[in-house]
């Protein structure tokens, strides 16, 4: 039995622990220990991301005469790694006061305990699949073990999760379409014998399998024009649920592109693809698909009003990032492309974590109900302030650096507007999480927030601990920058020579930890001026100018509602919904098929509804 | 680079840029005063000022976060200036190039931003939606001549640009275009006429600075020293090849910032939603084919 053998029977182990645990107060705390379990498993397989050989499992089985391999290779590696930290962590903050709270609302936290240690199981799985069979196989698991976490909540979450799994079954038959090509080509499932044909492909089958596959995993990453179901989905569902989800799930998506795009078929392969009529390679069309998936999702978060759909929607922009880095090809673009993935995982979990202790509180994630709970809830404040620091990708956090990455690589491989496309996605991150911050924690405290209190401990340790690695891997990024290497290895892309610190490049390179230091010095100089020269006296926040008035606790003025004003006034008109446009037409036309055929099939061939009639009543009376 | 000098230079830079900033801003209001025909302030008023802010009796906060909001302000651009090679002093540019600065800059904006969040008076929150607004307008010109500018050189260190200018002659003449499309984001990056209205320092009670007073105040008129220095010297970088000594170079930045200056006093004001406008079209327009130049 190999160490990836105890993982998957530890992941599964945890999985019945819980279901047998499911109506009892301990789920929380078996799931967590479970989840730990794996963690610590994982750990001992760390040297497969610093480089080891990949790990296969002795559970090895054939199905339809197809042998299924279980394999973990460095990718396999890191993507579980993020996976079972944001498991562990989501899970710990489901535990103890939150899990009363939701308990209490007539919901059961085991079950979600149940879905979260069904998704960890799953994913596992997923990156274990070392054939097309296996990997399919795992995909629809994933698919539907996301889809049981997201109808949780019932009501409305009902609403999206049908939306995703309709999404997810659309994505999953192009998956099996492609499969069946592939069987049918190379008599085989087996990545080696994909690899070993794919240099003799012409150019349009090369097209059509990248479209064929990417269409299954651009699906769940929810890139552009895929991406409808996300944030609605992953609004809806329960706190850590959303956490966990928002935080790694959907990037089994991008493992799934990097292991057929990069990996399996090569980015030299989608460079050589020319696209009739334009001066664009199927790789450059793809990076432009991951541009307007930066920016469009982006601002459209900056129009919401509610913390969770915020956050949801910049998710969805942030996967844009590692698309667009992974694809650029080069060692330092697609270093920043999957560093991305771990940094932008921390950055929203604990983001997301901050949101829902918020909520917690005071019961409600509408952005235009809060304000000024930094005086409550100051440690909830720096997990957020870490979290938005990271995602809007501004020293001296981690997002800075894999952002700084994929920046530097557009630049040097002489990509301008991809550059300053991915630019204006950041500053529309920064304006928007701004406004997230801004109208939950500054301004005015509402009467009612007066007795709100911090966090419980339960909930406020996962969010510090997470901050504290989303500091320490913006401070030294060389730790992961290490697995991630091994990661461009294995996938078989140029691999960055880094430090602890960054990058080293005669032409500009990266030292965060000289940067940081030389941060906080100037922090902490400017600190010695401010409080070396005289005290402040604090006065209460009512004590305010305003133009005349005298101002009380009843009257509201938080400046929240509408906040970019100026901006929406000039770019307002450009919100014009033509994604939701092009849905509703899709399912209309799939409708009228339907129905036509159907009616085709009852006119032309009434024999057959009648047969297929009488056999299911035969089935049902014997 | 031996560890004594870089310490040196990280702990002069700044110190540096803070005396030459108030010279800026004396210049500044110098300016503003013959373009208006009043005398203008003495020699040193810009110092009195700021020792004056600093010494009031009433400091009034809003809170812990109004405090660190200010203390980010400024540590942000002590930071920053160690990224900004001058004349014999290189600091931390080889580990930090152009994208790095840019993104330290926002810094001083973030705590700022907390800062006057903090405060609790929409008037506050209001500008700071302006400032963020400005900041989307200005950067997006501002990133396309970084990239023609790194892309031409070949590099993202700023020291790298510098002697590669001195070999081979100013980016300005090289690539005009960018360096008009610079001048324009610089315009708007300085936060001064007609692009002011989110400083709002005509009516100040519907600007950032509503509530700040005292050291608070004080702390923002350092910033503003270094902003102007700190925009002064990264445009002479970009296309006018540095300094070779302090003499040129301090004409040079001075020069670079007296231009807007003459231009900001005889303007009015555009809207929040007209600088958008303006800054993404004519700017960016001028960037883009610069950039076209500079790669075909």
């Keep these: 039995m190999s160490l990836l053998d105890a993982l998957l029977l530890t992941a599964l182990g945890t999985l019945i622990a819980t279901l047998a645990t499911v109506r009892t107060r301990w789920v929380g705390y078996v799931a967590s220990l479970g989840l730990g379990l794996q963690l610590l498993v994982l750990f001992l397989l760390a040297p497969l991301g610093y480089g080891a050989p990949a790990v296969t499992s002795g559970l090895a089985w054939d199905l339809f005469g197809q042998p299924l391999v279980l394999r973990y290779d460095a990718m396999s590696w890191y993507f579980a790694l993020i996976t079972l930290g944001a498991g562990l962590v989501s899970s710990v903050y489901a535990t103890g006061a939150w899990s009363d709270h939701y308990r209490a609302a007539g919901r059961s936290p085991g079950w979600l305990q149940f879905a979260l240690a069904l998704n960890v199981f799953t994913m596992l799985l997923l990156l274990a699949s070392g054939d097309f069979l296996s990997l399919f196989i795992a995909w629809e698991l994933v698919s539907w073990a996301s889809f049981l976490l997201m109808a949780l909540a019932a009501g409305p979450a009902l609403k999206w999760s049908l939306r995703y799994i309709t999404y997810a079954t659309a994505g999953a038959m192009s998956m099996l379409a492609a499969l069946g090509i592939v069987f049918h080509l190379t008599g085989s499932l087996n990545y080696a014998d994909f690899m070993a044909a794919v240099d003799q492909w012409s150019v349009g089958l090369i097209t059509l399998l990248t479209v064929l596959f990417g269409a299954g995993f651009a699906v769940k990453m929810g890139i552009l024009p895929f991406h409808l179901w996300q944030a609605g989905a992953y609004a809806e569902t329960p706190g850590p649920g959303m956490a966990f989800l928002g935080a790694i799930s959907s990037r089994m998506g991008l493992y799934g592109m990097m292991l057929v795009w990069v990996q399996l078929i090569g980015l030299i392969r989608l460079i050589e693809v020319h696209i009739p009529l334009t001066f664009l390679s199927l790789r450059d069309v793809l990076m432009w698909i991951a541009a307007f998936t930066i920016i469009l999702p982006t601002y459209t978060a900056l129009k919401q009003n509610d913390a969770r759909r915020l956050l949801a929607w910049h998710g969805i922009g942030q996967g844009g990032y590692m698309l667009m880095g992974i694809l650029s090809a080069s060692a330092l673009g697609s270093a920043g492309g999957i560093l991305h993935i771990f940094n932008y995982a921390t950055n929203q979990a604990v983001l997301l974590l901050a949101v829902f202790a918020v909520v917690y509180r005071t019961g409600t994630a509408d952005l235009n109900k809060l304000g000024g709970l930094f005086t409550r809830m100051p440690l909830t404040f720096v997990a957020m302030l870490v979290g938005i620091i990271g995602l809007a990708g501004i020293p001296p956090m981690n997002g800075f650096v894999s952002k700084w990455m994929v920046y530097r690589s557009l630049l040097s491989e002489g990509m301008p507007l991809l550059f300053v496309a991915s630019v204006i996605g950041t500053l529309g991150t920064i304006l928007s999480v701004y406004k997230l911050i801004h109208n939950t924690f500054l301004g005015q405290l509402r009467l009612e927030h007066e007795p709100v209190q911090e966090a419980p401990w339960s909930m406020v340790i996962p969010m510090m601990v997470l901050a504290l690695i989303i500091f320490l891997t913006g401070f030294m990024p060389g730790i992961v920058l290490d697995w991630v290497a091994a990661v461009q290895a294995a996938v078989g892309l140029p691999v960055l020579p880094h430090t602890l610190g960054g990058v080293a490049d005669a032409h500009g390179g990266l030292d965060m930890i000289m940067l940081v230091l030389v941060l906080f010095a100037g922090f902490g100089v400017s600190a010695l001026l401010f409080y070396a020269t005289g005290r402040s006296e604090p006065v209460h926040q009512l004590d305010n100018y305003a133009g005349g008035h005298f101002l009380s606790a009843d009257v509201r003025y938080h400046y929240s509602d509408h906040f970019y004003a100026g901006l929406m006034h000039r770019i307002g008109h450009w919100y014009r919904g033509s994604f939701l446009w092009f849905e509703s037409v899709v399912a209309s036309l799939a409708s009228f098929l339907a129905q036509w055929s159907a009616t085709f099939y009852r006119l032309m061939q009434p024999a057959l509804p009648m047969l297929a009639m009488a056999v299911i009543v035969l089935w049902m009376v014997s | ?296």
């Excluded at chain 2, 009670?205 to 925009?231: D, H, N, W």
């Design chain 2, 1 to 296: 680079m031996e560890i004594g000098k870089r310490i040196a230079d990280i702990i002069l830079m700044p110190i540096v840029a803070f005396v030459i900033g108030l010279f800026m801003v004396l210049m500044l209001r110098k300016i503003a005063a013959k373009l208006q025909r009043r005398v203008g302030p003495p020699f040193f008023q810009p110092l009195i000022d700021i020792i004056k802010f600093y010494s009031k009796t009433t400091q009034v906060s809003h809170g812990l976060l109004h405090d660190i909001g200010i203390i980010m302000a400024v540590g942000g651009y002590l930071a920053a200036e160690s990224l900004l090679p001058v004349p014999g002093m290189d600091g931390l540019s080889d580990k930090g190039g152009i994208i790095t600065l840019t993104y330290f800059l926002m810094i001083p904006s973030l705590g700022l931003a907390l800062g006057v969040g903090q405060c609790a008076n929409p008037n506050g929150s209001i500008g700071i939606s302006r400032a963020l607004t400005a900041m989307l307008a200005y950067d997006i010109p501002f990133v396309i001549v970084i990239f023609g500018v790194a892309w031409h050189y070949g590099t993202t260190d700023l020291s790298e640009m510098i002697s590669l200018q001195q070999a081979q002659g100013w980016g300005a003449f090289e690539m005009p275009l960018l360096a008009l499309a610079g001048l324009f984001a610089l315009q708007g990056m300085m936060g001064k006429q007609p692009f002011e209205i989110y400083v709002a320092p005509a009516e100040i009670a519907t600007g950032p600075m509503v509530e700040m007073g005292g050291k608070y105040m004080g702390g923002l008129f350092v910033m503003q020293c270094f902003q102007l220095y700190t925009a002064g010297v990264l445009y002479t970088t970009l296309f006018l090849g540095g300094g070779t000594h302090w003499l040129d170079f301090l004409i040079k930045i001075f020069a670079v910032v007296a231009i807007p200056m003459m231009i900001a006093f005889t303007f009015p004001r555009y809207r929040t939603e007209d600088m958008l406008r303006l800054m993404w079209k004519w700017p960016v327009l001028a960037g883009l084919l610069g950039i076209a130049f500079v790669m075909y």
